[in-house]
């Protein structure tokens, strides 16, 4: 095991283990009284199980995972390139994933190519997260506070769904390993090298079946261990019911298998555990305090037809049709199925439910466009959405014109290709998507004349070879910095109608995402062109999923809803601010490595620390992040910058939650 894998299942370990002893050492200063007597150390228990059992796995994996070589040729290229000056390249631990863990009948073409599988990440930022919502829930004494008033299920609920999921996390990977152990120790010949392993049969079908033989096995395991539990008296997953046992485990299992074949080789396996933790968690609050979050999947399902008939269209060459022009009405025809049925389903099925969960007497679009008139002032939420509005305009129209500049110069374009490791075919001004081809052609320069649209359009362009085109690095991080400014006004002032917006548009990029893969006309194509230009290597799946991640970073803070206006901040400090900085510093004063086997750098973490406190001070002193700590936030800070430093996940996803949990706990 390296370094750095070693420094970050230790400092995650080490948090999930300080937090269990702060809840058993310090739940007699919880004011809640009654929360307080449902309160027992069956949870520390289970959480210094979890903590023994995970550390044999890593350990068991390390040994297993000793040799140092050389990493992915793409990865190897956005290494080199982020090489601080006079550094050394780095080595990563062996890429060979079929060492991993993976969950029962995957194989590792199924994940994002890393040299971590994120199995500590999986198992202990879930549980951190939990344990800082029992934590706030059971520090507030108000029954007025926002943490009271939450129509969910009760906050003990969480952590023990959050151990069961654990379980089954932590079962699938070991019988995944077993399942494969033995089968090479069976078989003598070589294991396959096109990312399959010989354990997982080639057929999808066969696996499937192999998949759902073992999600009833699992559950109807958990259902016996439930009973023997309560008869014996243990507090194994307590406050957990039967139906809730049988829920929790087929539906989390469920949702490992749907996200590892629609997002194809978008996680890794820790990254899929936090995300499909996050589904079944939203699940079992009942959906009503998150329709909006979960209105545009449920559309996506029911009109999947419309989607993958509009894919398969899209994908034919126009040169092999016998009838160009019928596949163009083809498309017109599917698109227009599937905004119709969308239009229906989102103000069918799904108002009618929303009416209910509001008692049956308010209807929900009525009620939603009275909300936004009812804001501290009355122009004050409609003045918001016209900033968010402007703002995104904007940057829209900006970058589509610093992009169209970047396909124009075809010098600058080789050398970022040189830059992240791809090839010319994959980044811009000639690529493939919804089916076609589509050129840039590069424009005569303009000359002067007297029309005044001409001379303006001359200015323009000479303004712009004025401009430096920015890397993909910058380009990346210039909506870390957007979310900023976007965000923070309206998480300082108004987080209720923030947190609304927040599950909104959440929604609207799973419809943009089901536009841009499923080639939906007329926005399929531009949306899938506009957003190749920001892709690296994280983004090697069959869907984009950094602007969610992104969003749900800046989101997530507010969806758990912490009555601390500086806990709602944390995603939007640690993302638009600290993982920004710390990236330009890193890459441009960076010397010093925290292990061979990563490109952070010591200073890039110190700008990561310096930039998030220096800005939560500052919001202290205008009186928008509310009285904390700076001390314990600073020191919370340099946990989180380690973390960020170490880790091999998606920091977008996981740093938030990270440095959400410790603050809370």
């Known amino acids: 095991m390296d370094s750095r894998k070693l420094g970050e299942c230790t400092l995650l370990l080490g948090s999930l283990c300080y937090s269990a002893c702060h809840l058993e050492a310090g739940h007699q200063d919880f004011h809640n009284v009654n929360q307080l007597e449902k309160f027992n150390r069956w949870l520390v228990v289970e959480i210094t199980i979890i903590v023994s059992i995970t550390t044999l796995l890593l350990f068991s994996s390390g040994c297993r995972i000793l040799k140092i070589a050389e990493p992915p040729t793409r990865l190897k290229a956005l290494l080199n390139s982020r090489q601080p000056s006079g550094g050394t390249s780095p080595k990563i631990a062996s890429s060979n994933m079929r060492d991993h863990l993976f969950i029962w009948m995957s194989v590792p073409k199924n994940y994002r190519e890393a040299s971590d599988d994120g199995l500590a990440t999986g198992i202990a930022l879930p549980i951190l997260v ?22 969910i299920e009760e906050p003990h609920n969480l952590p023990h769904s959050r151990m069961l999921c654990t379980s089954i996390f932590i079962w699938h990977g070991c019988a995944s390993w077993w399942w494969e152990y033995r089968h090479r120790k069976n078989d003598s010949t070589a294991i396959p090298g096109d990312g399959e392993r010989k354990s997982v049969p080639r057929g999808e079908l066969r696996r499937s079946w192999y998949y759902v033989l073992f999600t009833f096995g699992v559950t109807a395991f958990c259902i016996v261990f439930h009973g023997v539990s309560k008869i014996v008296k243990w507090g194994f997953w307590q406050h957990l019911n039967i139906f809730d046992v049988i829920m929790v485990s087929m539906f989390y299992q469920f949702t490992l298998y749907v996200a590892l074949r629609m997002a194809h080789r978008g996680f890794t396996l820790g990254e899929l555990g936090l ?33 993958f008939l509009s894919r398969h269209v899209a994908s034919r060459p126009l040169r092999r049709l016998r009838d160009p022009q019928g596949n163009h009405r083809q498309k017109r025809f599917l698109a227009l199925g599937f905004y119709l049925g969308a239009l229906l389903i989102v103000g069918g099925p799904i108002g009618l439910w929303t009416k209910w969960c509001l008692g049956g007497r308010r209807d929900p679009w009525v009620w939603a466009l009275f909300w936004i008139l009812d804001g501290r002032r009355s122009w004050s939420r409609p003045a918001l959405l016209g900033y968010w509005g402007l703002l995104g305009s904007i940057s829209v129209a ?21 830059m992240t490791g791809t ?28 029309d005044v649209s001409t001379a303006a359009n001359d200015l323009l362009d000479k303004a712009d070879r004025k401009v430096p085109t920015l890397g993909l690095n910058a380009r990346r991080k210039f909506f870390h910095a957007l979310a900023v400014v976007m965000f923070v006004p309206g998480i300082a002032f108004d987080p209720a109608f923030t947190h609304l917006s927040f599950s ?33 290597t994280k983004d090697t799946g069959t869907a984009i999923l950094s602007h969610f991640f992104l969003l749900s970073g800046c989101a997530g803070s507010v969806w758990l809803e912490s009555a601390k206006p500086i806990q709602n901040l944390t995603g939007v400090l640690v993302l638009g601010i600290g993982d920004a900085v710390a990236s330009i510093v890193g890459k441009r004063a960076g010397k010093h490595r925290w292990s061979p086997s990563t490109y952070k750098t010591l200073e890039g973490s110190m700008g990561f620390v310096v930039s998030v406190t220096a800005c939560a001070w500052l919001l202290r002193l205008c009186g928008v992040g509310g009285a904390f700590d700076l001390r314990w936030y600073l020191l919370i800070t340099v946990f989180s910058s380690l973390f960020e430093a170490l880790s091999e996940q998606n920091d977008n996803l996981t740093l938030p939650l990270f440095t959400w949990a410790m603050l809370a706990i």
Not at 431 to 436: E, I, S, Y
């Open 504 to 536: 909104v548009c959440f929604a609207l990029f799973t419809f943009t995402e089901y536009a841009r893969y499923f080639a939906i006309y007329p926005f399929g194509a531009s949306i899938h062109v506009f957003m190749h230009d920001f892709l690296d």
């Open 275 to 307: 995300v499909c933790f996050g589904g079944t968690a939203l699940a079992m609050e009942g959906l009503y305090l998150t329709i909006a979050r979960v209105s545009s999947f449920l559309v996506g399902f029911l009109l999947s037809p419309f989607l």
């Open 423 to 450: 090839p010319p075919s994959e980044s811009g001004s000639e690529m493939t998507a919804a089916g076609g081809t589509f050129t840039v052609a590069l424009p005569t320069l303009p000359n002067l004349s007297t």
């Open 130 to 151: 939990a344990l800082g919502l029992l934590h706030t829930s059971l520090s507030f004494s108000s029954p007025s506070s926002p943490i009271q008033s939450w129509l």
């Open 398 to 418: 900006g970058w589509n014109r610093q992009l169209a500049r970047l396909r124009r110069n075809p010098v600058r374009k080789a050398s970022e290709h040189a």
